[in-house]
């Protein structure tokens, strides 16, 4: 009966050992294919050729170490093993042991091998920057050496000393064990408590182990110039004064312990060697612990700041230059308050570029007026990019119409995996402009696809939202499977399409389709019928996550932002170089530094991983094309160390700067994370002076969000501008962020802006400093004044009733006419239904301490700068239009506030404050006279 049943125990063994090995190896070839259809195999090949290499290395060498002296105290062992009490225990884990002394010594020896070659093997990264470091032409000012030591090596030679400590402990310990197992050493007795082979084997581990600690101890001394401190990150006045001495004080004494150690060979006294242990022991207690700190209390703390001065600069000067900081232009920005006709002619060209379309509010419109069917969909936020229309450069709103399978009415496998396989179309609405109804006002929609924007490939295959999978393609000679768009010219009331493009991966096979299958767990792929010799699969489908796979030493941003393209619609992601070596630099988290409203509260943004670093560049564009994934790296930043050591380690995988066409170079456009991390650290280094480091109090911080969006739950995001700042000649597209005060005011303090258009300034952070002595209301200031203004919280009040709600956009900041202009789109949505979608009705402006509201851009201005602002605020599209009846009462009703403000002023003997409201009234009838002459 057992003879009959042990062909089957092995046959079934058999094929769940070779299913389990075949379910493992077709994950690499699948990834293979995978690279290979996007024409990056050079990377899957040298990534797994170097942890291959690693692993090995490590591994071998680390179970070599271990093994050897298992078998040296194996083999040494004493003939004779005297018994005791105490060995009696010992004497049957023995006697366990000793028959299959060779399988155990071989599993030990596969254990430690895997453990250790896995963990070796994650230091990938570490080991090709090693080899292919580039100098970074800069050196650091305490140890003279070029910042690629800092950057590429040092971790390196910090974690092989590490993991020979490790390794040399381990050998340490399982020596021990195997001497006491058989006899070597004894702790009971009389005589010599270890064998000759036993005191000469450990003697030779320890020593070595100490000596690793001296060069620990040595490397220890470089790593100082990395320290995180309370006050800055680099060695401190105590760091250069007492850690560093005293790092390599016992650097010396380690090396005299090892010394002692191997002494003991051929001494038979442990005495000499646990004397010097403990020296080293104490030696580091008071000169790398007590004395320090006794130098931090007694010397530094009672004049830190003349103390810490010069390292404290050398922090600021490392920071600036690690985090792209040296060339900000601050600027002294006397902004004024008070407000008068025509004030805002000379910047009529950021008046008529002010967006009032929120990219984070419209994706319920762009839904309801461009989704057309519930099997499409658009990501929660949208994103801004700027198109030329009519010979005009435009701001505008872009979104991609892409798939979205959860609202297919009809779901099953077929449809979801072969026929709704892909979006399609592009959306783009002006920033500036909606029409009568206060809809945006669009330049590119419909199905098929207006013309706005020139003829392109509409089909989205490769997108944020897209399946998992999709199945696609076939012969030309069969029918077509894929939905394209619904048609109601067709007779079936839909076009259907079979993919032609080059993106995917053969799946037509027997042999793949059972990879495939086995990945997926679907037996439909290898029976099913619709799937020819001509089949492709489409997966990892995320732009995001296409560039992460073909270039995974790059940080990405969060946020990838389509546009068209040479005919294309393609999608842009910026990559970051990142290094946490930069000496003197201030280390930042990358999830801390980039948090904000924008990047808490949209699903749509991919917020970056708890990632600490000290360097930071836009070394690379990355582009994925929508209809056949095709994913393209462009150098953007040619001088960037870190990214010409990934080069060398990677040929051949990143194209010049040149080769980016003049169509995409258009669309190219400073990234927001970066920005992100350079404000967070400009809050505190835009200070030049160690004393004004020190001191602290003109550190900065970014405002809380006062949008709907933001709920004042998050830090206000940066947002996209087409504008011309003071002093410049022409305006240029800019990501923009305000500043106040670190602390509980919330009054402005500062404004930067940086270009964010390809050229000769692209990149230059421009930053309109505030004088300390003005009182500048803030973002969460100014939204407050509009909600506490009497006519405008009536207006809302009346706005949020009956049905409706009052969605408030972002709040964009201005410098313009001398000052500082807010503006606030104010967008009405119905509550009563689920289909109801926000609407532009209102504009919020304020200047100094005049705020306009108005159904109109231009009748909230003209509010504000005594009737006439200066500027038209044409467009070549449809603007806001204007309820005459409704501004007419919000004029009067300003003109009454302004006459009640005056006459209370007068009574306190404020003229300061009578002169604004008189200002406001003269603005208010103006506004009057205004909104009357539009009611005939």
């Not at 250069?240 to 312990?257: D, M």
Request: proline share 5%.
């Amino acid at each position: 009966m057992n003879r009959n049943r042990t062909p089957l125990a092995i046959t079934v063994g058999l094929l769940v050992a070779v299913g389990a090995v075949f379910v493992s190896l077709s994950g690499f070839y699948i990834d293979w294919l995978w690279f290979k259809s996007v024409d990056f195999t050079s990377v899957w090949s040298k990534v797994l050729s170097t942890k291959v290499e690693l692993f090995l290395i490590t591994g071998l060498i680390s179970s070599l170490i271990i093994s050897l002296n298992i078998y040296l105290a194996y083999k040494r062992r004493p003939f004779y093993v005297p018994t005791s009490i105490e060995l009696n225990g010992v004497e049957r884990i023995r006697a366990q042991i000793d028959p299959i002394i060779r399988w155990v010594f071989l599993g030990l020896i596969l254990a430690i091998t895997y453990f250790a070659g896995t963990s070796g093997a994650l230091y990938w990264r570490e080991w090709l920057l090693f080899k292919n470091s580039t100098e970074f032409g800069v050196k650091d000012p305490q140890f003279n050496l070029d910042i690629s030591f800092f950057a590429f090596k040092l971790p390196l030679y910090q974690a092989l000393i590490g993991w020979a400590i490790s390794a040399l402990i381990l050998a340490t310990i399982a020596t021990v064990f195997v001497h006491y197992m058989y006899g070597g050493i004894r702790t009971q007795g009389q005589g010599d408590r270890t064998t000759v082979a036993a005191r000469v084997q450990l003697s030779i581990l320890f020593g070595l182990i100490v000596l690793m600690k001296a060069v620990a101890y040595w490397f220890d001394r470089y790593a100082l110039a990395l320290k995180e401190n309370k006050l800055i990150t680099g060695a401190t006045y105590t760091d250069i004064n007492a850690t560093l001495p005293a790092k390599a004080i016992l650097a010396g004494i380690a090396v005299v312990c090892a010394l002692l150690f191997f002494a003991n060979i051929i001494r038979r006294s442990w005495l000499l060697p646990a004397a010097g242990t403990a020296l080293m022991v104490i030696s580091a207690v008071l000169i790398a612990g007590i004395y320090p700190s006794a130098v931090q209390q007694f010397q530094v703390k009672p004049s830190e700041s003349s103390k810490e001065a010069p390292y404290i600069q050398r922090n600021i000067d490392a920071t600036r230059a690690a985090y792209g900081l040296t060339n900000v232009d601050i600027q002294d920005y006397n902004a004024t308050l008070t407000t008068s006709s025509g004030q805002l002619a000379a910047d009529a060209t950021t008046i008529n570029n002010i967006r009032l379309m929120d990219p984070n509010v419209l994706s319920a419109t762009f839904r309801q007026l461009q989704q057309i069917k519930p099997y499409y969909g658009f990501t929660e936020s949208l994103d801004i990019d700027r198109y030329t229309v009519n010979g005009v450069a435009r701001d505008a709103v872009v979104a991609v119409r892409e798939l979205n399978i959860d609202g297919n009415p009809s779901r099953n496998w077929i449809n979801d995996h072969l026929v709704y396989t892909h979006g399609f179309g592009f959306v783009a609405a002006f920033g500036n402009a909606v029409d009568a109804d206060g809809k945006p006002n669009f330049i590119v929609g419909d199905l098929p696809p207006t013309k706005g924007l020139g003829e392109f490939e509409p089909r989205v295959y490769f997108g944020e939202n897209s399946p998992e999978y999709s199945i696609i393609g076939g012969t030309t000679k069969s029918t077509p499977v894929e939905f394209d768009y619904p048609d109601d010219t067709s007779s079936s009331g839909q076009k259907n399409v079979t993919y032609s493009g080059k993106g995917g991966v053969p799946v037509g096979g027997t042999f793949n389709k059972l990879l495939f299958a086995v990945k997926y767990g679907e037996q439909r792929i290898l029976l099913s019928n619709l799937i020819n010799k001509d089949s492709k699969i489409l997966y990892n489908r995320n732009p995001r996550e296409r560039v992460a796979k073909v270039a995974p030493w790059l940080t990405l941003d969060g946020d990838p932002y389509p546009a068209i393209v040479d005919g294309k619609i393609t999608w842009i992601i910026d990559g970051y170089t990142t290094s946490a070596g930069y000496p003197y630099s201030e280390g930042t988290s990358l999830a801390d530094a980039t948090q904000d409203a924008l990047t808490r509260n949209s699903a749509s943004i991919t917020a970056q991983g708890n990632q600490r670093v000290s360097y930071i560049r836009n070394s690379v564009k990355a582009t994925v094309d929508a209809y056949d994934g095709t994913v393209t790296l462009f150098q953007w930043d040619e001088k960037d160390p870190v990214l010409k050591s990934w080069m060398k380690a990677f040929p051949k995988t990143v194209q010049p700067k040149s080769a980016i066409s003049k169509s995409l170079l258009e669309h190219i456009r400073y990234p927001e994370d970066l920005f992100r991390v350079q404000r967070d650290i400009l809050a505190s280094y835009h200070v030049k002076t160690a004393a004004a480091y020190y001191g602290g109090q003109d550190f900065w911080r970014v405002p809380s969000d006062p949008s709907t969006f933001g709920g004042n739950a998050g830090a206000q995001p940066p947002y996209y501008l087409t504008l011309k700042l003071p002093n410049e000649k022409a305006p240029a597209f800019s990501l923009t962020t305000p500043f106040v005060p670190r602390g509980v005011r919330e009054n402005l303090t500062a404004f930067a802006v940086v270009n964010s258009k390809p050229g000769p300034d692209y990149g230059k952070i421009t930053v309109l400093q505030l004088p300390r002595s003005t009182n500048i209301a803030g973002p969460s200031q100014i939204a407050s004044n509009f909600e506490a203004k009497p006519e405008v919280a009536n207006a809302l009040s009346l706005l949020r009733q009956g049905g409706s709600d009052v969605v408030l956009g972002n709040l964009l900041t201005l410098p313009v006419g001398g000052g500082l202009l807010y503006v606030q789109p104010v967008y009405v949505k119905a509550t009563s239904n689920n289909s109801a979608y926000p609407l532009l009705q209102k504009v919020l402006v304020s200047f100094g301490d005049v705020i306009g509201f108005d159904s109109s851009l231009k009748g909230a201005l003209d509010q504000v700068f005594g009737g006439n602002s200066g500027t038209t605020t044409s467009t070549p599209s449809s603007p806001t239009t204007s309820n005459s009846s409704a501004d007419l009462a919000s004029a009067l009703a300003n003109a009454k506030q302004a006459i009640a403000d005056g006459q209370s002023a007068l009574a306190k003997g404020d003229f300061a404050a009578y002169g604004r409201a008189q200002d406001r009234l003269k603005a208010a009838i103006a506004a009057a006279i205004a909104a009357q002459s539009r009611a005939k």
